[in-house]
């Protein structure tokens, strides 16, 4: 558990993730990925946008090859360090998958100024931890009460991380080897914490709410997703006008690993109508 124990420095008070940049064209697209996630979740899936795009991919804090500081992954932690990535950027259309869609929507919220467009891909919507935990242990999910323990979360985590890493490949073959093999580049403090603070505490509605007059959102979603179910994200979008939804029919919580070409089509469609507004007298 040494490596587990982080402590902090000056350098985790200020952190820098890790970012690859690449593409051409004068929109930029930042993605986002999930729970464990990292950029690889993305990179070989994005080439055809990065003809006509510039592609941002980042590692959020405590995952993949960013700093793991020991700290509380809040919501304004994540949306702080992505932020120093983002501003010399300008203005961004911002995709965000699972634990990295309520980060984007966070921080599109308090940067609205700086996201021209938001897609949400598997947006996990409970509303508040006990409709979390009520879902999780009652729900489909297999193992759900695992995942709503603190403890027995943080121990699957360091099991999963220091015995089955190098064979995850093998025990998850419906995931490309390269998601699997970056799911155990995380401590069980960023990834515990983030889940808590993140995924079953912080509602993205009140995110919306500050969108609705500003930015419209399309939210890419499975019919057949456990991990976020789709009806309360279909909820969302009879709330707010501003929020298009998007179902792919037979598909779990991984849309764009199962469908990486048509969800790059919704997303680059939905991009350049940003830039077909920024265009007209009152855009």
Not at 221 to 233: E, K, Q
Request: glycine fraction near 6%.
């Amino acid at each position: 558990m040494v490596q587990d124990l982080i402590l902090p420095s000056r350098r985790d008070r200020d952190p820098e993730l890790f970012v690859k940049i690449f593409g051409s064209g004068v929109r930029t697209l930042v993605f986002v990925a999930g729970l464990g996630g990292t950029t690889r979740y993305w990179e070989t899936r994005v080439t055809e946008l990065a003809q006509e795009h510039r592609i941002v991919l980042v590692d959020l804090l405590g995952f993949g090859r960013s700093p793991k500081p020991w700290v509380k992954y809040s919501v304004e932690r994540h949306v702080d360090a992505l932020q120093r990535v983002l501003a010399p950027l300008g203005p961004v259309t911002l995709v965000g998958h699972s634990l990295g869609a309520l980060i984007a929507a966070a921080y599109a919220a308090r940067h609205t100024e700086t996201v021209e467009r938001l897609v949400l891909i598997s947006l996990p919507h409970f509303g508040s931890q006990d409709a979390a935990y009520t879902y999780m242990r009652q729900g489909p999910v297999i193992g759900g009460l695992i995942y709503t323990n603190v403890l027995l979360t943080m121990l699957a985590c360091i099991i999963t991380r220091r015995l089955l890493g190098r064979i995850l490949p093998y025990l998850i073959r419906d995931i490309p080897r390269e998601v699997v093999e970056d799911l155990v580049k995380h401590t069980w403090r960023s990834s515990t914490s983030s889940l808590w603070d993140v995924v079953y505490r912080h509602d993205v509605a009140d995110d919306l709410r500050i969108l609705e007059p500003v930015h419209n959102v399309l939210c890419i979603h499975g019919s057949d997703d456990i991990m976020a179910p789709l009806a309360p994200v279909r909820a969302l979008a009879e709330a707010f006008s501003s929020v298009q939804l998007c179902v792919l029919e037979g598909l779990d919580h991984h849309p764009f690993l199962r469908e990486p070409e048509r969800c790059c089509e919704l997303i680059a469609s939905f991009a350049e109508q940003a830039a077909r507004e920024a265009m007209l007298p009152n855009g």
